[in-house]
């Protein structure tokens, strides 16, 4: 149970980071939570496609965290949802 508390709350620091680097301010702590995991899982998949090491990392019994990827991986993925979120005027 502490693990599972441990990976939300580094996936809603990561996210928020992420977010707040784009610039998106629509959603909550929810929201940040999910723009970290989804964050951590396209910079991952970054990270390996290009061959780039891996700066600082969690692992929690066996579930690997990657940081700086997952911020990067958040921002991404926050840009590309600014893009299709209209936006209010």
């Known amino acids: 149970m502490f693990e599972i508390i441990l990976l939300l709350i580094i996936a809603g620091i990561t996210g928020g980071i992420g ?41 929690i019994r066996g579930i690997h965290y990657p940081i700086i990827w997952s911020i990067v991986g958040a921002a991404v993925f926050t840009a590309v949802l600014s893009l299709i979120v209209p936006k209010k005027n």
């Open 19 to 59: 977010r707040s680097i784009v610039g998106f301010k629509k959603g909550g702590c929810v929201i940040s939570i999910v723009v970290g995991f989804i964050g951590a899982y396209i910079g991952t998949i970054l990270a390996r496609e290009f061959n780039f090491p891996d700066f600082w990392s969690f692992e």
